[in-house]
């Protein structure tokens, strides 16, 4: 028997110009809220930990445990993403989220809040791979960066309220869990309307086929992500000791000043990325970045601290939504399943391997020695970029 040939999966009602429709206000609204879901952990779930009888080593294995089991199922996602929908994983990984936020408002013992996690973490990747695909779908021809840093505001919008938030609740409230974690399920179960409001665009359907569980055609901005995210991880993990060390107060302002920058830069260089090309921003960006580690690393007032942060949340915040559209201009509709679960599996990747090593290197260098290799690290994809290029200037 003859083998259907494959399908051509394009959208119909492609003719709408708007980014800002209903269905991408939706999904918008569904993201802010599973990231503050997210971010409200922040400053709970550690302390949670230690009452409950985990020790530091227990709070670091629990934040592994989550990211690893995000990215695990995370291909096979992406293929399934092809073939059942975008729609369909959304809901499903907000829901894993949110039932696993539930059983965290039954205060429970240590290892049971292991496989909470456990499960809020294979969600997690479902829902970061799901709402990044249909923000490309939802997109305009030729305004893919743009969309993609509309949609970015999110995150960084709740990284600078979420923690805040939860941090002074959680001292106001005198640890009271059972509230903390209502909060949270809370802001899940929003996400998970706000996402049933989400309408798939519809496209033509073809047979289950085969795929790669990888793509090849987003390697270079997969490689690139990875060694920005690299320095995510560093900053997230170490920067409060940092500041404990040089007795630098309010380092938590650090990473609000970054997340609002991020929120201003992301669609203002997503959009003109559209116009004049992903590397007139994404190169530039990088050694911006780059300036602002050893900023950090050299810091010794709040002030400098801050500053540091605003310039690295433009630098990072220009270059994360031009990369990501640089990945989406090389994948065809029916590979972005895939593409995107290659992309966002380096993201995470890099944030898991820039906490982890930084953390070895930790036992033999200061603060300020890893910090200036993190600057170096995010330059190395503008070396390798100009290296694919012999030298020579070339805008995709």
Same mark, same amino acid.
């Given at each position: 028997?003859?083998?259907?040939? !494959?399908?051509?999966?394009?959208?119909?009602?492609?003719? &709408?110009?708007?980014?800002?429709?209903? &269905?991408?206000?939706?999904?918008?609204? *569904?993201?802010?809220?599973?990231? @503050?879901?997210?971010?409200?952990?922040?400053?709970?779930?550690?302390?949670?930990?230690?009452?409950?009888?985990?020790?530091?080593?227990?709070?670091?294995?629990?934040?592994?445990?989550?990211?690893?089991?995000?990215?695990?199922?995370?291909?096979?996602?992406?293929?399934?993403?092809? %073939?059942?929908?975008?729609?369909?994983?959304?809901?499903?990984?907000?829901?894993?989220? *949110? *039932?696993?936020?539930?059983?965290?408002?039954?205060?429970?013992? #240590?290892?049971?809040?292991?496989?909470?996690?456990?499960?809020?973490?294979?969600?997690?990747?479902?829902?970061?791979?799901?709402? &990044?695909?249909?923000?490309?779908?939802?997109? !305009?021809?030729? %305004?893919?960066?743009?969309?993609?840093?509309?949609?970015?505001?999110?995150?960084?919008?709740?990284?600078?309220?979420?923690?805040?938030?939860?941090?002074?609740?959680?001292?106001?409230?005198?640890? &009271?869990?059972?509230?903390?974690?209502?909060? +949270?399920?809370?802001?899940?179960?929003?996400?998970?309307?706000?996402?049933?409001?989400?309408?798939?665009?519809?496209?033509?359907?073809?047979?289950?086929?085969?795929?790669?569980?990888?793509?090849?055609?987003?390697?270079?901005?997969?490689?690139?992500?990875?060694?920005?995210?690299?320095?995510?991880?560093?900053?997230?993990?170490?920067?409060?000791?940092?500041?404990?060390?040089?007795?630098?107060?309010?380092?938590?302002? @650090?990473?609000?000043?970054?997340?609002?920058?991020?929120?201003?830069?992301?669609?203002?260089?997503?959009?003109?990325?559209?116009?004049?090309? %992903?590397?007139?921003?994404?190169?530039?960006?990088?050694?911006?970045?780059?300036?602002?580690?050893?900023?950090?690393?050299?810091?010794?007032?709040? @002030?400098?601290?801050?500053?540091?942060?605003?310039?690295?949340?433009?630098?990072?915040?220009?270059?994360?939504?031009?990369?990501?559209?640089?990945?989406?201009?090389?994948? !065809?509709?029916?590979?972005?399943?895939?593409?995107?679960?290659?992309?966002?599996? +380096? @993201?995470? #990747?890099?944030?898991? +391997?820039?906490?982890?090593?930084?953390?070895?290197?930790?036992?033999?260098?200061?603060?300020?020695?890893?910090?200036?290799?993190?600057?170096?690290?995010?330059?190395?994809?503008?070396?390798?970029?100009?290296?694919?290029?012999?030298?020579?200037?070339?805008?995709?």
């Amino acid at each position: 028997m003859m083998r259907p040939l !494959p399908v051509k999966t394009t959208f119909r009602g492609g003719g &709408n110009r708007k980014i800002l429709t209903f &269905n991408f206000m939706a999904l918008l609204g *569904a993201v802010f809220f599973l990231f @503050f879901a997210l971010d409200f952990y922040i400053p709970i779930l550690p302390f949670y930990v230690l009452d409950v009888g985990g020790g530091e080593a227990a709070v670091g294995l629990l934040m592994g445990l989550f990211t690893f089991c995000s990215i695990i199922l995370r291909p096979f996602q992406g293929r399934d993403l092809n %073939r059942r929908g975008r729609k369909r994983l959304l809901v499903m990984g907000i829901s894993l989220y *949110a *039932a696993a936020g539930v059983g965290l408002l039954l205060l429970p013992p #240590l290892p049971l809040v292991f496989i909470f996690r456990a499960v809020q973490g294979f969600g997690w990747g479902a829902f970061l791979l799901s709402f &990044n695909t249909l923000t490309l779908d939802l997109a !305009p021809d030729g %305004r893919s960066g743009e969309a993609l840093g509309l949609m970015g505001i999110a995150p960084p919008f709740s990284l600078a309220v979420a923690p805040i938030l939860g941090e002074q609740l959680r001292i106001s409230t005198d640890g &009271n869990y059972a509230l903390l974690f209502f909060i +949270a399920s809370a802001a899940a179960v929003l996400a998970l309307v706000m996402a049933l409001l989400v309408k798939e665009p519809e496209r033509d359907k073809s047979e289950d086929q085969k795929s790669p569980l990888l793509s090849r055609k987003v390697f270079l901005p997969s490689l690139i992500i990875f060694f920005m995210t690299f320095n995510l991880g560093c900053i997230l993990t170490f920067l409060p000791l940092l500041g404990e060390v040089r007795n630098i107060e309010a380092v938590g302002y @650090f990473f609000t000043v970054f997340a609002l920058t991020a929120v201003v830069f992301r669609p203002t260089f997503g959009r003109i990325s559209d116009r004049v090309g %992903r590397s007139w921003i994404f190169l530039p960006a990088l050694i911006v970045a780059g300036v602002a580690l050893i900023m950090i690393a050299l810091a010794s007032t709040v @002030f400098e601290l801050i500053l540091s942060a605003f310039i690295f949340g433009a630098g990072f915040g220009a270059a994360h939504s031009s990369v990501m559209a640089l990945a989406a201009d090389r994948l !065809p509709v029916m590979e972005r399943g895939v593409g995107m679960a290659t992309f966002t599996g +380096a @993201f995470d #990747l890099g944030i898991v +391997a820039g906490s982890s090593i930084i953390g070895i290197l930790l036992n033999w260098l200061d603060f300020k020695a890893v910090f200036i290799l993190c600057a170096a690290v995010m330059v190395v994809p503008v070396a390798v970029y100009m290296f694919r290029t012999r030298l020579r200037v070339y805008m995709p």
